[in-house]
């Protein structure tokens, strides 16, 4: 069974601090890592995509990877409470529904950034 | 870009009719969409795979005679709630994944809520 483990939070935080959000996947041969936004009763939306270790920035988010641990992470700097979402963790998993493999979400993180 | 549309984005229905939502990829081509569901307060659960031209890989439980997929065109993928039910109430997201270039990230479309009387 390939899973995608996320702490289901509340994860709260106040604002102007860095959010950490951490997702383990249990499928070794995974290559693609995404992280998505959710806001209550909307639909995800793609915040971060990374293929290598290492880190990957983009405006105030880093996403990080490490394959040899299963570990893939978004930290958020400068937390502002329009960030207060669930963040869902997306892995690939190679021959899951279909030759090129579908995602597999985690459950996804609650975030809350307190003003 | 890459935008996914979903219409309609809210239906009321009386139980035992059926439902036509559609899922387009309005600037891209997909041969792939993918159909969620999704109730309050849990996470996303995958239902089908749409393939184009093909017939739809659907997850264990789902009723493939239920919830009928077709994807037609590169562009257009639909899913049909036959003889709905209360309990089919939920917030059906659909997504789709570039036929070229893009990698496997899913776009996804803005979900269609569906209230079954």
């Known amino acids: 069974q390939k899973e995608v483990e996320q702490n289901s939070g509340p994860l709260s935080v106040p604002e102007g601090a860095i959010a950490s959000l951490n997702c383990t996947y249990s499928d070794r041969v995974s290559q693609s890592f995404f992280w998505y936004r959710q806001y209550s009763g909307k639909s995800p939306e793609l915040i971060m995509s990374i293929y290598s270790n290492g880190d990957k920035e983009d405006g105030r988010f880093t996403a990080q990877l490490n394959k040899a641990s299963q570990y893939v992470s978004l930290l958020i700097r400068d937390s502002q409470p329009s960030d207060s979402a669930t963040y869902l963790c997306a892995v690939n998993s190679p021959g899951y529904g279909g030759s090129q493999g579908n995602l597999i979400f985690g459950k996804g993180t609650k975030l809350s950034v307190k003003p | 870009g890459a935008v996914v549309s979903q219409h309609p984005s809210w239906v009321i229905c009386k139980s035992g009719t059926s439902v036509k939502i559609e899922c387009r990829s309005l600037d891209f081509q997909a041969t792939t969409m993918f159909w969620y569901r999704q109730f309050p307060k849990q996470s996303l659960m995958l239902m089908a795979t749409s393939n184009e031209g093909s017939k739809a890989t659907y997850e264990q439980g789902v009723e493939k005679d239920k919830f009928l997929i077709n994807h037609a065109s590169l562009t257009l993928s639909t899913l049909t709630v036959t003889s709905a039910h209360p309990e089919d109430s939920s917030f059906y997201i659909c997504?789709?994944?570039?036929?070229?270039?893009?990698?496997?990230?899913?776009?996804f479309g803005p979900g269609t809520r569906l209230l079954v009387l």
């Open positions: 997504s789709a994944r570039r036929t070229s270039g893009g990698g496997k990230t899913q776009y």
